[in-house]
């Protein structure tokens, strides 16, 4: 049966301005498609442009000094770049929802948990106030809270970091949203509540038949949850492939560098290989391919010709001369 495609993302491009005409490009060349019903991993080290990415997707640029300069983003037939603000709003938070890095920010500080959560659901849901409040509470209880009806009564500074982040999670699925865009949303708990809320998002988007794009540091947790992969370095996706090839056989050296930093269950191995050198700065990318000076394999063509992002096996993409030849 062929996959059908829930959001189509093209050309994406965005920068951030420092003036009025000096900027640097945090992201370029991001294409690619999140099939309905797919759980979809990004990966890459800090600051390479996974949460720029996704606050593009979602139209969440607005308060900062980041400007789309290229692309489209298309959900079920609207593309939400360039969309008004009106169909954005009708959009987010219903079909498509997001949990953040930061729970803090995703929270109004100043507004009770059950008002913040009763306005998200009456805003998608036609449910009456006694309605959402129910629902409200039923979706805390589903992301492990187990006394809703106090919780709801908090504002978000009077809860941990782990509770907020759970409430934030309940609030962005109460709308059964068909996309639903987590940023490491478990970085902030601990190792048996990040299983339990991974385990949840797992369910849920099963029982919803929903999407999800995935970002993480933790290739376990994409190699537990995920379908596909991409992979991106320095603000472009340098691979892209379903899970169980990436894992056994990874063909961007960067990709290759990421698994073999991951610690193998009983292997005794105590430390790990890393990649040498850092991501290069937005304000001085390399010319050629942006991973050259950390490659072991870079030649004088890697160091002068960019790669592009090319198909070379059945749904692997690679962005490396490697594996494309002259
Ligand atoms: N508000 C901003 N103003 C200026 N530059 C920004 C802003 N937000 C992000 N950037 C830049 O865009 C680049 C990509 O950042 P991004 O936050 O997407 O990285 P990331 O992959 O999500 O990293 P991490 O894993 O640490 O969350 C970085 O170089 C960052 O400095
Ligand atoms: S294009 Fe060259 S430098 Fe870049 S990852 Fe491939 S081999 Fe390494
Ligand atoms: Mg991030």
Same mark, same amino acid.
């Given at each position: 049966m062929p996959q059908e495609i829930l959001l189509s993302v093209k050309d994406l491009r965005t920068d951030f301005y420092s003036s009025k005409t000096s900027f640097v490009t945090a992201i370029q060349d991001v294409s690619f498609d999140i099939y309905r019903g797919e759980i979809l991993g990004l990966v890459g080290e800090s600051g390479c442009g996974k949460s720029v990415t996704s606050l593009s997707i979602m139209q /969440?640029? *607005?308060? $900062?000094?980041? *400007? @789309?300069a290229n692309g489209s983003a298309v959900l079920d037939g609207v593309?939400? @770049?360039? !969309?008004s603000d009106a169909v954005i709003r009708d959009i987010r938070g219903g079909k498509m929802s997001m949990i953040f890095q930061e729970p803090m920010s995703a /929270?109004?500080? !100043?507004?009770?948990i059950d008002k913040q959560m009763i306005e998200t659901i009456c805003l998608h849901q036609d449910l009456s106030k006694e309605q959402a409040l129910a629902h409200a509470a039923e979706m805390l209880k589903k992301v492990g809270i187990p006394d809703p009806s106090r919780i709801l009564k908090n504002?978000?500074?009077? /809860?941990s970091g782990g509770m907020s982040q759970r409430v934030m999670i309940a609030m962005a699925l109460s709308n059964d949203p068909k996309l639903l865009i987590a940023?490491?949303? $478990? $970085? !902030? /708990?601990?190792v048996t509540i990040q299983a339990q809320i991974l385990d949840l998002m797992k369910k849920l988007q099963k029982e919803a038949n929903s999407s999800i794009l995935l970002i993480t540091h933790d290739l376990g947790v994409v190699a537990e949850m995920c379908t596909r992969v991409i992979v991106m370095y320095a603000g472009k996706i340098v691979e892209m492939a379903p899970v169980e090839k990436l894992f056994a056989n990874p063909s961007h050296p960067y990709t290759q560098g990421l698994i073999a930093s991951v610690p193998k269950l009983g292997?005794?191995?105590?430390v790990l290989p890393s990649i040498p050198g850092s991501v290069p700065d937005l304000a001085s990318m390399p010319s050629g391919c942006r991973f050259a000076p950390r490659c072991?394999? !870079?030649t004088d063509q890697c160091r002068t010709q960019e790669p592009q992002l090319v198909? @070379?096996?059945?749904d692997q993409k690679c962005r490396c001369w490697l594996t494309q030849g002259e």
């Amino acid at each position: 049966m062929p996959q059908e495609i829930l959001l189509s993302v093209k050309d994406l491009r965005t920068d951030f301005y420092s003036s009025k005409t000096s900027f640097v490009t945090a992201i370029q060349d991001v294409s690619f498609d999140i099939y309905r019903g797919e759980i979809l991993g990004l990966v890459g080290e800090s600051g390479c442009g996974k949460s720029v990415t996704s606050l593009s997707i979602m139209q /969440l640029l *607005k308060d $900062t000094p980041g *400007k @789309i300069a290229n692309g489209s983003a298309v959900l079920d037939g609207v593309n939400l @770049i360039g !969309a008004s603000d009106a169909v954005i709003r009708d959009i987010r938070g219903g079909k498509m929802s997001m949990i953040f890095q930061e729970p803090m920010s995703a /929270l109004n500080p !100043a507004m009770r948990i059950d008002k913040q959560m009763i306005e998200t659901i009456c805003l998608h849901q036609d449910l009456s106030k006694e309605q959402a409040l129910a629902h409200a509470a039923e979706m805390l209880k589903k992301v492990g809270i187990p006394d809703p009806s106090r919780i709801l009564k908090n504002y978000p500074h009077q /809860l941990s970091g782990g509770m907020s982040q759970r409430v934030m999670i309940a609030m962005a699925l109460s709308n059964d949203p068909k996309l639903l865009i987590a940023d490491e949303p $478990t $970085t !902030a /708990l601990d190792v048996t509540i990040q299983a339990q809320i991974l385990d949840l998002m797992k369910k849920l988007q099963k029982e919803a038949n929903s999407s999800i794009l995935l970002i993480t540091h933790d290739l376990g947790v994409v190699a537990e949850m995920c379908t596909r992969v991409i992979v991106m370095y320095a603000g472009k996706i340098v691979e892209m492939a379903p899970v169980e090839k990436l894992f056994a056989n990874p063909s961007h050296p960067y990709t290759q560098g990421l698994i073999a930093s991951v610690p193998k269950l009983g292997s005794g191995v105590k430390v790990l290989p890393s990649i040498p050198g850092s991501v290069p700065d937005l304000a001085s990318m390399p010319s050629g391919c942006r991973f050259a000076p950390r490659c072991k394999y !870079a030649t004088d063509q890697c160091r002068t010709q960019e790669p592009q992002l090319v198909e @070379i096996a059945k749904d692997q993409k690679c962005r490396c001369w490697l594996t494309q030849g002259e």
